[in-house]
């Protein structure tokens, strides 16, 4: 594989409706990058027009600075895929970015060049409030098999840089009606059926929770958590009756690994000894009973943790609870 050195690249901006103090710190903080040979292509959900003045007013006459928007509305999975499908040929590398973060001015040139050699590079943040207040020191991202990927994600979006390459296995995303599918958790098994991924211990940015984050790093406001899986049953299954719960705990469970897993195999159909480990283990082809052999020795392993392993579990019984062929997409 050819080195990706650093050369021009694009930051990939999904944005939606971004709080203005926290947007405009993300948008200076990725301006002061020290490495500054990159566009920054920012993917508007919806009306784009004061996101566009708001760029303008932020950053100026930096051209390096562009946006796009889309009338229909699709979510942050959609929006990530729609940036990522604009990014042009000529871009080596791809670094992908939230709305309401702050990157470190170091962050690209920490991450670059590990691209070397990986498909994919993410690294470390601190999580804090939005005023300030640090919730956590690191994020304690680590490499693990990638089976176990599959288990639990070890790929934040907004850590990572790609090889635009990578793009070739990763578009179109895969579809599943479940809020567990993640662009990051996606594009992280890509790599790792690719050249593979690779995670550095250095804190590269600052991860920002607020009231109104989509996705968070620290979820202990989810108190109850039975309530939440009824709501959510109702939203992506049109019920919260016994057979929609199933459905829908199947689907955000072992149902989004299949997907994923059945996909990689039709796009990479010369796969590594570990793509075709996770095939054995998920896809639509593997044995009864195969992914929760995986999921018992991730746990053994200590890299997949319990609480994980409880849910896939929890999921692949409630496949059994809803009968063969009623939890297809």
Sequence with gaps: MTSVGFGFGIVALAAYQPPAQLFARQLLSIQAQTYSNFR?????DGDHEDV?????????????????GFAERLGFYGN????????????????????????????????LPHLDGHSLVSGQARVTRDNGEVLTA?????????????????????????????????LPFPQLNTPAQYHDHWLGVCAGASQGYFVVETLVQDY???????VGENRTGLRNIAGRVRTLARTFEGSASPPALARFLYKAGIG???????????????????LA??????????????????????????????????ELLASLAAAVAVGPGRTTP
């Design 40 to 44: 920054c292509l920012i993917s508007v």
């Design 52 to 68: 566009a003045a708001t760029v303008r007013s932020i950053c100026g006459d930096d051209d390096r600075f562009e946006v796009v």
């Design 80 to 111: 990530f895929e729609r940036v990522l499908a604009a990014v042009p040929s000529t871009a080596r590398w791809i670094a992908l970015s939230d709305q309401d973060d702050y990157w470190y001015p170091e962050k690209l040139a920490t991450l």
């Design 138 to 170: 690191g994020t304690e991202r680590r490499q693990v098999p990638l089976v176990d990927l599959f288990s639990e994600n070890q790929v934040t979006g907004s850590l990572s840089v790609l090889r635009t390459e990578l793009l070739s296995v990763a």
């Design 208 to 214: 920002i929770q607020h009231q109104d984050n989509v």
């Design 256 to 274: 989004w690994r299949k997907v994923m897993a059945d996909t990689l195999a039709t796009r990479t159909p010369a796969g590594s000894v570990e």
């Design 277 to 310: 480990g996770v095939v054995a283990a998920y896809s639509s082809s593997a044995v009864p009973g195969a992914a929760a052999v995986a999921v018992v020795r991730g746990v053994r392993r200590k890299t997949v943790p319990l609480r994980r392993a409880v």
